[in-house]
C-alpha cells in the first residue's frame, strides 16, 4: 500500500518539477529586474509588471494613486478606494490570504505590507515563483516613500513623483500651521469602541496627532492602549476623534456615551469628533486627507489649510 | 517438593492503615484452597499480594520455591492466573476476542495469534461451558456467563495457580456450583492449585480442601474446613453469635442465631437456629 | 471461533478506508477558491495538458501540501483520541476535550514570543507544553476523588479552560506583532500549508503511528482494567508512560503547526470502533487513514463552504464534533 501511495506521490513530484520547468523557462523570457524591497529583501521583478495583486487596500489606494489601477488584477477584501477598486477579483483579507486565488490570478508582482501580511503567506507566494514587493509603512515618510517606490516599480516614476511632491508639500503646510499655534491641544484618538482603545506612541496616529499640531493624550503609553472610565477622566483631553474602524457599531451612540462625562473638557467644549476610519487606518495619500482633517478638528481657529 | 505458594510473616499497608499483619500459611500444589472472612478483613488484598500486584512492606512471598520478586511479570502471568471481581467490560469485545486477550503472557507484542493460540482459547472455551457464546459481544453476557468467560480468559495463561476473588458473588445458587464445581474439575483434572477468595462460608466448606480464617488483617484458624468452619473461631471473626452444625451432605454450615432484639425471631423457641442466607 | 485473524481484518479494514483516503486526496486536491475540478485534477495527473498552466501550480504547490497537512493532523488526532480513550477508558476523552492541545497551543506561544523559529524548535515547545498537561493529568489522576474515573475527564476540561485562559492572557499582555495572526491560527487554519510542514508532520506522525500501532496490544489488554492488565503480564506504567510521551509528540507538532482542532479524536475513534470494533491492532491504522480522510474533507468544506475567503477548518470540525459528544454523552449515559 505505502508502495503505491509513494509511487504515486512520485509521479507528482516528477509532474510538479517538469511543469516546474516549463513554466520557469517562459518566466526567463520577460525582462527582469533585481531590486531590494523595503525590507531590504532582494527580489527579482518583471521590468513592466502587468498583473498585479495588492495585499492590503493601502497598496490598492497608492497603485490607484500613481495611475496604474488597471494593473491591478486582485485586492483585498475591504479595498472600497477610489470606487474603480470595487470591481478587482478579491483575494481575502489582508491577514488571511487566499493563496490559491492569488496563484489562479498569475500575477507577475504582488506587493504586500509589513504591517499585517503574514510572513508564511509572503514566504507560500514566493515558493510559486510570484515576486512579493514588501512595503513597510512606519510614518508619513515612509508611506510617502512607498509611493515613490510603486511608482517605480509600475513604470510610473513621474506621476508617483508628482503625487509625492503634492504630499509632502500639503504636510509641510501644516507642519506650519501647527508651528504657528503656540499651544497643542490634548488629543484622544479612539479606535476600539469596546473596549476604548487608542494609539500611543510609535504609531501612525501619534504622528499625524504630533503634524497636526496636538499632542497626543495617549502619548504615555506605547502601542495600542486600551482605556476604562476612570482613566479617560484622568486624561481630560480637550479634543476626542472616533474612526469608525468597527464596522456597523453606532458610532452617535459612542460619541453619547462621551456625554456621560461633562467635565472632561473635549465634552464639555463639544469637540467629540467622529471620523472616517479608512482615511486614517490606511497608510495611504488619503493619510495627508486626514492630517488635514485632524489639523482643522485640534485647531479650529485657523482657517482651513 | 515446594508448595505451590509460601507465605510467611507478611505485612501489608496501604499508606498508614495497616491491613494484614504477620501473615503465614502455604499452599500445596493441588489444593482448593480457599481464603474466607468478613468484608474488610483484607482477603482481597492478599490476592493482590499473591499475583504480585501488591508488594508486601514485610516479610516474604514464594511461587514454587521462588521468591516472588524474583519473577519478571510476564513470567509470573505465565504461572499464576488472576481472576478479578466480575466487572462490567466497556469494550465492546467479542467473547472470543476476549478470551484470546489471555493469551498476551504468551505472545509477542502484538499479539497474533497463532493456530495454537486458537486451540487453546477454544478449549479454554469448551471447559468452561462457554463455546456457544463465541460471537457474543461481552457487554450483553448475563453474570453467570461473564464470570466463566473471565474464568475461560485466566485458563488461556496456562496458569499452574488460578487466583479467584469472589467468583461466585451475585450469582445464584446453580450458577454458584457451577463456578465452584469448575475448580474442582480443573484441579483434579489437570492439577491446578486453586486460590479463592469468598465470602460464603458454607459454601467455602463444601468445596475447599484447606482454609484460612482471615479477621482484621489476621489469620484466625486455618486448615481442612472442620478445623476452620467452628464455633469459635467463627464468631470471633464475624462478631455474632453463630451454630455449626453438620447438614445433610455431611459438610458442616454455618447459621446465625437470633439475638432475640429485633432481627428475626425463632420459629420454635427451643431450636436457637433458624436458616438465614448469610 | 469464526472471528478472522486479526492479521486479516487488518487489511480488510485498509482495504476500505484506502480508496476513501485516496478519493478524500483526489476531492481536496479538485476543489478550491482558485478553480481547477476533477477533470483538470485527472488531466494534471495523467499528463495531458492543462488549459490553464496555473493550476498544475495551484494543485502541486498549494492544494497538496494543504490536503496532505490535512490527513496527518487528522491522522494525529484520530490517534490521540483513541490512546487517551484506551488510557483513560473513558470513551469522552480526547487531547482537545482533555486541555493537551490547549496545553501544546501555550508551549508554541511561548516559543514565538522567546523568539523561537518555527520549527523545530516551536513545534518542541509545543510538545513540551502537551507534555506538561500530560504531566498534570496524570498527578490529577493519582489522586483519589469521590468522582472516581470521570474526575480525570473534568479535570481535563478544567485544564482546557485554563489553557484557553493562559492564552488569552499571553495574548492581552503583550502587542507583539508576531502574535498578529494568532486567532485563526487557534481556530485551527491549513491555509498556508507549506511542504517543510508536511515532512515535518510525516516524519513524527510516521514515527509515533509506527510506535502506537506496536503497543496497540497492550492497549487492547488496558481495556481490561489496570489490575487484570498487570495480570496478564504488561508492564502497566511502562506502557502508559510509552503512549503519552508518543501521542504528546505528535499532537503538540500537530498543534505547533495547524493550531487547535477540536472532537477529530472523539469522532473517529468512535465511528470505527462501531465498524470494526474494539481491537486497537485494527483502530490503530484505521485511525490513520480515516482521520486523514476526515479531516481533508473538513479542510474542503472550510474552503468552499464559506462565500468569500474561508473559514478556519477547527469551526468545522467544532461544528461537527461538538454536537456528537453529546450524542455519545447521552450514549454512554445509558
Not at chain 1, 142 to 156: K, P
Not at chain 2, 93 to 98: D, G, K, S
Not at chain 2, 178 to 190: S, V
Not at chain 3, 68 to 95: I, M, S
Amino acid at each position: 500500500m505505502s508502495l503505491r501511495r509513494h509511487g504515486g506521490l512520485a509521479a507528482w513530484i516528477l509532474i510538479v518539477i517538469v511543469l516546474g520547468g516549463i513554466l520557469g523557462r517562459e518566466a526567463a523570457a520577460a525582462e527582469k529586474r533585481l531590486l531590494f524591497d523595503q525590507l531590504g529583501r532582494r527580489l527579482e521583478v518583471p521590468a513592466e509588471p502587468r498583473r498585479v495583486v495588492a495585499l492590503a487596500e493601502s497598496v490598492t489606494e497608492i497603485v490607484f494613486a500613481v495611475g496604474r489601477g488597471d494593473r491591478l488584477v486582485g485586492t483585498t477584501r475591504f479595498a472600497d478606494h477610489p470606487p474603480e477598486a470595487l470591481r478587482i477579483p478579491r483575494v481575502g483579507t489582508y491577514i488571511q490570504l487566499d493563496i490559491e486565488r492569488i496563484a489562479a490570478l498569475r500575477p507577475d508582482l504582488c506587493i504586500g505590507t509589513r504591517d499585517g501580511n503574514p510572513r508564511a503567506a509572503v514566504e507560500r507566494l514566493e515558493a510559486l515563483g510570484i515576486p512579493v514587493y514588501v512595503t513597510h509603512p512606519m510614518g508619513l515618510a515612509s508611506m510617502i516613500a512607498s509611493v515613490r517606490e510603486i511608482g517605480g516599480l509600475l513604470g510610473a516614476v513621474a506621476k508617483a513623483e508628482e503625487v509625492a511632491g503634492d504630499l509632502e508639500r500639503r504636510i509641510a503646510r501644516v507642519a506650519a500651521h501647527a508651528r504657528a499655534q503656540g499651544r497643542r491641544p490634548r488629543v484622544f484618538f479612539q479606535i476600539g469602541v469596546d473596549p476604548v482603545v487608542s494609539a500611543g506612541r510609535g504609531t501612525f496616529l501619534h504622528e499625524l496627532i504630533e503634524a497636526a499640531g496636538g499632542e497626543n493624550a495617549a502619548g504615555e503609553a506605547e502601542g495600542y492602549p486600551q482605556y476604562g472610565p476612570e482613566h479617560l477622566l484622568r486624561l481630560a483631553p480637550e479634543v476626542v476623534v472616533i474612526t469608525t474602524m468597527t464596522q456597523g457599531a453606532d458610532f452617535e451612540a459612542v460619541r453619547r456615551s462621551w456625554q456621560r462625562f461633562p467635565r472632561i473638557p473635549a465634552v464639555r467644549d463639544g469637540r467629540v469628533h467622529v471620523v472616517d476610519a479608512a482615511v486614517f487606518n490606511r497608510p495611504a495619500p488619503r493619510l495627508v486627507d486626514g492630517l488635514e482633517q485632524l489639523a482643522r478638528l485640534v485647531h479650529p481657529e485657523i482657517a482651513a489649510p | 517438593m515446594n508448595p505451590a505458594i509460601e507465605v510467611s510473616g507478611v505485612s501489608f499497608s496501604y499508606e498508614e492503615i495497616p491491613v494484614l499483619r504477620n501473615i503465614t500459611f502455604r499452599v500445596e500444589e493441588g489444593d482448593y484452597f480457599v481464603i474466607i472472612g468478613p468484608n474488610g478483613s483484607g482477603k482481597t488484598t492478599l490476592l493482590k499480594l499473591l499475583c504480585g500486584l501488591l508488594k508486601p512492606q514485610r516479610g516474604i512471598l514464594t511461587l514454587f520455591g521462588l521468591p516472588l520478586s524474583r519473577y519478571r511479570r510476564r513470567a509470573l502471568a505465565r504461572l499464576a492466573a488472576l481472576v478479578p471481581q466480575a466487572a462490567a467490560i466497556d469494550a465492546p469485545f467479542r467473547v472470543a476476542e476476549f478470551v484470546l486477550l489471555g493469551r498476551a503472557p504468551h505472545q509477542g507484542p502484538l499479539g497474533w495469534e497463532t493456530p495454537e493460540d486458537v486451540a487453546i482459547a477454544r478449549e479454554a472455551m469448551k471447559f468452561t461451558g462457554t463455546g456457544h457464546l463465541a460471537g457474543r459481544r461481552m457487554d450483553r453476557l448475563s453474570g453467570g456467563e461473564r464470570q466463566r468467560v473471565l474464568i475461560a480468559r485466566a485458563l488461556c495463561q496456562r496458569p499452574r495457580i488460578l487466583l479467584l476473588d469472589e467468583p461466585t458473588a451475585y450469582l445464584d445458587l446453580a450458577h454458584q456450583a457451577q463456578i465452584m464445581d469448575l475448580m474442582e474439575a480443573l484441579r483434579t483434572e489437570r492439577g491446578v492449585t486453586v486460590v479463592l477468595v469468598s465470602h460464603d462460608v458454607n459454601l467455602a466448606a463444601m468445596y475447599a480442601s484447606r482454609m484460612v480464617l482471615l479477621a482484621a488483617g489476621e489469620i484466625l484458624a486455618a486448615g481442612p474446613p472442620p478445623a476452620v468452619i467452628a464455633e469459635a473461631p467463627l464468631e470471633q471473626a464475624y462478631g455474632c453469635r453463630l451454630a455449626v452444625e453438620t447438614n445433610a451432605g455431611g459438610f458442616p454450615r454455618v447459621s446465625l442465631v437470633p439475638n432475640g432484639k429485633g432481627g428475626p425471631r425463632p420459629l420454635r423457641p427451643a431450636a436457637a437456629a433458624t436458616e438465614v442466607e448469610r | 471461533m469464526k472471528a478472522p485473524l486479526p492479521v486479516v481484518r487488518i487489511l480488510r479494514v485498509k482495504a476500505i478506508l484506502l480508496p476513501l483516503l485516496a478519493a478524500a486526496i483526489l476531492a481536496g486536491l479538485s476543489w478550491g477558491s482558485g478553480g481547477g475540478g476533477p477533470e483538470a485534477l485527472f488531466r494534471a495527473l495523467v499528463g495531458l495538458p492543462v488549459d490553464d498552466p496555473v493550476l498544475a501550480d495551484i494543485f502541486w504547490k498549494i492544494r497538496l501540501p494543504r490536503v496532505l497537512l490535512a490527513a496527518l493532523t487528522g491522522a494525529v488526532l484520530a490517534l490521540g483520541g483513541l490512546v487517551f480513550q484506551a488510557l483513560l477508558r473513558n470513551p469522552l476523552a480526547e487531547p482537545y476535550i482533555l486541555g493537551i492541545s490547549g496545553g501544546a497551543a501555550i508551549g508554541a506561544i511561548l516559543g514565538i514570543l522567546a523568539g523561537l523559529p518555527r520549527y523545530p524548535w516551536g513545534s518542541l515547545a509545543s510538545f513540551a507544553g502537551a507534555l506538561g498537561t500530560v504531566g498534570l493529568l496524570v498527578l490529577f489522576a493519582s489522586w483519589k476523588t469521590a468522582l472516581g474515573k470521570d474526575a480525570l475527564l473534568l479535570s481535563g476540561v478544567m485544564i482546557n479552560a485554563f489553557c484557553g485562559a493562559v492564552i488569552l492572557f499571553l495574548i492581552s499582555v503583550t502587542s507583539d506583532v508576531r502574535l498578529f495572526n494568532i486567532l485563526s491560527w487557534l481556530m485551527g487554519d491549513l491555509s498556508l500549508a507549506a511542504m517543510e510542514q508536511v515532512a515535518l508532520l510525516a516524519a513524527v506522525t510516521a514515527a509515533c503511528a509506527t510506535g502506537l500501532f506496536f503497543l496497540s496490544h497492550g492497549m487492547n489488554l488496558l481495556l481490561l482494567g489496570p489490575d487484570a492488565a498487570r495480570s496478564l503480564g504488561v508492564p502497566l506504567e511502562a506502557l502508559r508512560w510509552a503512549l503519552l510521551i508518543l501521542t504528546s509528540l505528535m499532537v503538540g507538532v500537530s498543534v505547533s503547526l495547524c493550531g487547535l482542532l477540536g472532537f477529530v479524536g472523539l469522532v473517529m475513534p468512535h465511528l470505527l470502533r462501531l465498524l470494526f470494533g474494539p481491537d486497537h491492532r485494527v483502530l490503530v491504522p484505521a485511525c490513520v487513514l480515516a482521520g486523514a480522510s476526515y479531516m481533508i474533507l473538513c479542510d474542503l468544506l472550510a474552503r468552499v463552504l464559506p462565500r468569500q475567503g474561508e473559514m478556519p477548518v477547527g469551526v468545522v470540525t467544532a461544528l461537527i464534533g461538538a454536537p456528537a459528544f453529546i450524542v455519545l454523552l447521552r450514549r454512554a449515559a445509558r
